[in-house]
């Protein structure tokens, strides 16, 4: 089974001599992120594609009422889904046995982007009870992974977040048990409340000495890089996703094993990480401004240029 | 709701240690001679965990058939036995529960990186934790289990895997949560190697101001080099028990 | 209604199509000839299709098995499977806009034919023939509209779901042909006359994107 990407020593020794010189094959600087490119659906809601360098994403939100869990009678149920096609990358084969490093991958790609987005509170549950106990929103938020060039998770999260921000729930009206919903033409399709744009941000570690060196000595001089491409990602030691909003807060911090890096490192990558925060969450917010505008329709606008003048 | 008061104003925890306290911690090496090849018990406040190796071996039980072994280095199976009855919540955990698949991914990683690889070409090294009872700091109890159980194995490791929580009560860090306050507070694990101030593992699923973490890594670090000294401890009473004995 | 295809739009398959008409939106990848992951897999006299069609939303369900087996039936007729025996051509399908409402297959159906058309070009598998699908429905009035939307769908008597083969930029012979609710003889016939037009027209589109991409490849021979 010739499943792996494999990378032959000339290629991965000529990949770690340039990064020991701080260049990237692509001419990026060590901590420089690809040109992220958004693009949201005109025609319907909760669509978008990303993508970053190569790399690319796409996430549909879908909505409807079921039962709540009966441990959460006030709480709407919120499902992110990360099955890895065999579409992006002939190595992440559906089904594959457990134990091989690629469905450990896909686990860990899975509960990253689970923990970033749902456990943080992204998205507020309870304002999707609709009745207590009987009828909640279940929104539902189905990822498909296009094109592999490293760095699953840090566009994963975008385009969920994204994706979350463009979609609007039908508006409805609450008559006794009834819920009765309306047609997008009888009335505006409401968004639904998110609370915090968590972003992820992984960071690939390598080493320039040998193990011993990393391990016991104090030159604390291991490499770190931003958004790894695939061939990055496959020669890395290590990585540390780092998930932050545009609050400063720290959602999630995982670092599972690999290079022992030094907690001084750790900190700078962390502040590097909120520097670069604020831009995306800017560009996000734009695309979806820029797509809420042109979605208005010639009607409603007349009526605001009305609402206007009055004041 | 009445909530607990988890840090009272004169500085007190709700078990009574102070903010820069760890729980009592307890360990043991070679508890089961004649199971596994080593072994470990570690207690961290009411947080028990046993921990069993088996290894270097040329075929590892747990290893799912056609994985083949690894020329640069062992190949790791770790098993987590998570019984109903060990959190205060008696439930049954369904047989793929992603946050335990999650950890085990994250311990074998860890000790990939401490296990000396290049004397264990083509082996497998078999792993078996089981919670006895939980209370707070499932990862680092882990951590800490594996390094004893891999010690008294005889695997050679570059240098001990320490871990330790650390959680933010306001403004204060918290060392070594219990469970009571892990379900309130954000917390970080913190896994740290031998003496240095450098990370193996660092695992935080909640909401921390960023500009606190500084302050709570540095009292984690402080926590893993406490720990470090009582496994030492312990490692070279067991070492001398054994000594006496031949 | 426009027809966008986006050719080779992948980089770590061996070929792959996006195929858009109207809100319907489909990515299909093809990659192969491999070596088979499952020994059974192993067909002694001729390779394996790996069919795997993924829904926009949701886990995939029985509806995308019949998607799988309708692709599945159609595609030995048109690639030379036994130059490749003993290996597997894995074939991904990943549908982006649905355009239709659950209990259709018909628009998504076709969009997954024409995107693994360009894909299997892409991916240089060896074909016996082009092909290309499109879909026509009847309304009450018995009127015939191709390409029809979701709207139409639902006001429709029947609908179909027809194949060509294409030789020498001709329509050749029917490969597969689906129609789901009621219609005469004489109906059918009128729409396999109508489907063959369509696609005629439709496919010196495809032809020409495909050659403009060929082309695009072989920049360095000019």
């Not at chain 1, 009834?178 to 998110?194: A, C, G, K, T, Y």
């Not at chain 2, 090496?29 to 069993?52: E, F, M, R």
Request: glycine residues 6%; negative net charge.
């Amino acid at each position: 089974m010739v499943r792996d990407y494999d990378i032959s020593n000339n290629e991965k020794q000529f990949v770690l001599a340039a990064l020991e010189q701080n260049i990237r094959l692509d001419g990026r600087k060590l901590l420089q992120m690809r040109d992220v490119h958004i693009s949201v659906s005109r025609d319907e809601y909760g669509y978008a594609e990303v993508s970053l360098g190569k790399t690319k994403v796409a996430c549909r939100v879908t909505a409807e009422i079921t039962k709540p869990y009966e441990d959460r009678p006030f709480d709407g149920i919120f499902q992110i889904s990360t099955d890895i096609s065999p579409i992006c990358s002939p190595f992440f084969e559906s089904g594959l046995t457990t134990g091989s490093k690629q469905s450990n991958d896909e686990i860990l790609i899975s509960r990253l982007i689970e923990k970033a987005v749902r456990r943080s509170g992204a998205l507020d549950l309870e304002s999707l009870c609709i009745i207590a106990g009987s009828k909640c929103w279940a929104v539902r938020a189905d990822l498909q992974f296009l094109n592999y060039d490293g760095n699953f998770i840090d566009i994963s999260s975008i385009a969920v977040m994204v994706a979350l921000l463009h979609f609007r729930k039908p508006d409805m009206e609450i008559d006794g048990n009834n819920v009765i919903l309306f047609d997008e033409d009888q009335r505006n399709p409401v968004p639904l409340s998110i609370l915090h744009i968590p972003l992820c941000f992984t960071f690939q570690f390598y080493n320039p000495n040998d193990d011993e060196e990393n391990i016991k000595g104090n030159l604390n001089n291991e490499l770190i890089l931003l958004d790894a491409n695939l061939l990055e990602e496959r020669l890395s030691l290590g990585s540390m996703t780092l998930t932050i909003n545009k609050n400063k807060e720290l959602c999630q911090m995982v670092k599972c094993g690999g290079l022992n890096i030094d907690a001084s490192m750790i900190m700078n990558c962390c502040q590097h990480a909120s520097n670069l925060v604020d831009d995306l969450t800017r560009k996000i917010n734009d695309v979806i401004k820029k797509d809420s505008e042109l979605r208005k329709n010639p009607v409603e606008k007349e009526l605001q240029v009305v609402n206007q003048r009055e004041t | 709701m009445s909530r607990l008061e988890l840090y009272s104003p004169e500085g007190l925890r709700v078990d009574g240690r102070r903010w820069n306290e760890l729980r009592r911690f307890e360990c043991q090496i070679n508890t089961h001679p004649n199971a596994a090849d080593g072994s470990s018990y570690v207690q961290q406040g009411n947080s028990k965990v046993l921990c069993l190796v088996k290894g270097p071996m040329e075929h590892g039980a747990n290893l799912a058939a056609g994985t083949k072994l690894d020329p640069n280095g062992p190949v790791l199976s770790l098993n987590i036995n998570y019984p109903p009855f060990a959190s205060n919540e008696r439930k049954k955990r369904p047989k793929n529960d992603r946050r335990l698949q999650e950890i085990s991914i994250i311990l074998k990683r860890c000790f990939m990186k401490t296990i000396v690889l290049k004397n264990y070409s083509r082996t497998a090294i078999d792993i078996n934790l089981t919670v006895l009872a939980m209370d707070g700091g499932l990862l680092a109890c882990f951590c800490n289990a594996i390094t004893l159980a891999l010690i008294d194995a005889g695997i050679s490791l570059y240098d001990y895997v320490s871990a330790v929580s650390v959680g933010l009560y306001d403004q204060t860090p918290l060392l070594d949560m219990n469970a009571l306050e892990e379900n309130d507070l954000s917390f970080v694990t913190i896994g740290v190697v031998g003496d240095s101030d450098k990370l193996n593992l660092t695992l935080c699923e909640d909401k921390l101001p960023l500009d606190k973490l500084e302050r709570l890594i540095s009292l984690g670090i402080e926590g893993c080099h406490r720990l470090k000294e009582l496994m030492d401890l312990q490692v070279r009473v067991a070492g001398g028990q054994l000594q006496e004995r031949q | 209604m426009s027809i966008i295809v986006d050719n080779d739009p992948l980089d770590q398959v061996d070929g792959s199509a996006s195929f858009e008409f109207g809100a319907t939106k489909v990515m299909s990848s093809v990659t192969g000839p491999i070596e088979s992951a499952r020994p059974r897999n192993e067909l002694p006299t001729k390779a394996y299709l790996d069919i795997n069609i993924r829904p926009s939303s949701g886990v995939p369900s029985t509806r995308e098995t019949l998607l799988e087996h309708k692709l599945g039936q159609l595609l030995p007729a048109v690639i030379n499977l036994d130059q490749y025996p003993r290996q597997t051509i894995q074939i991904a399908v990943q549908v982006l806009k649905n355009g239709e409402p659950k209990d259709y297959t018909a628009r998504q159906l076709v969009a997954i034919i024409n995107s693994v058309f360009v894909a299997l070009i892409n991916s240089g598998i060896s074909l016996k023939s082009s092909f290309m699908a499109t879909c026509c429905s009847i309304n009450t009035k018995g009127e015939i509209k191709t390409s029809p939307t979701s709207s139409d769908l639902a006001n429709s008597v029947s609908h179909f779901v027809v194949v060509y083969s294409i030789k020498d930029q001709q329509v050749d012979n029917l490969l597969f042909c689906d129609g789901l609710g009621t219609f005469k003889q004489k109906q059918l016939f009128d729409v396999l006359d109508h489907a063959a037009s369509e696609i005629h027209l439709s496919f010196q589109h495809i032809r020409q994107v495909i050659s403009s991409h060929v082309s695009h490849n072989y920049i360095w021979k000019a």
